[in-house]
């Protein structure tokens, strides 16, 4: 009865340590699973959009969040601070040759997109520093603001960036959210 009763306990003892040993093996690879594999379990999915104008290529990527029933601006995103229009990073724009915004010059290259929404005028913030966390403001590497007026639009329950309007030289970016539209005018200036 005693060896009997030994080996259950040492088969016992055999499965635990083989239970602690996957585990411990398991708990390992997580650093090892791609990120890209992990990317794919985030709720706010990967976004991309792009345009070319006049041999320009703007580019913008970004994660999406979704409103879920709530109150978006004024709200969830606070009036007259800075935010990002993504989620887990920083929404990022590429620009192939340099541009005008509203107005402004921009050179070619990457930029972290942040904004300062309010109720009448928004102020868009393109930041030298492209690849940064989304609640991670980049302070003092501001390369160009310029303001926008938000409009009302079609609920969009996802947000999202998209291109309505292109022409021979000029585009229309738009950020949307809930009914919110904000429009950026990106005119190419190589020609």
Known sequence: MRHSSSVSRGQTSTKWLRTLFV?????????AVPSSARAQNLRSQ???????VAGTTIDVVY????????ALFGALVPWGQVWTPSADSAARITLSAPVEINGSKLAAGSYSIWA?????????IFSSVAAVFHRSYPDGHDVL???????????VETLMFAFPVADGDSTRLELRWGTTVVPLTIRATVR
């Open 23 to 31: 585990a411990a093996c398991l708990f390992s690879l997580d650093g």
């Open 46 to 52: 990967l976004g991309t959009v792009s345009q070319s």
């Open 63 to 70: 994660r999406r969040p979704v409103a879920r029933g709530r």
């Open 116 to 124: 300062i929404p309010d109720s009448i005028s928004w102020t868009m």
């Open 145 to 155: 603001r310029v303001r926008a007026t938000p409009a009302r639009g079609e609920h």
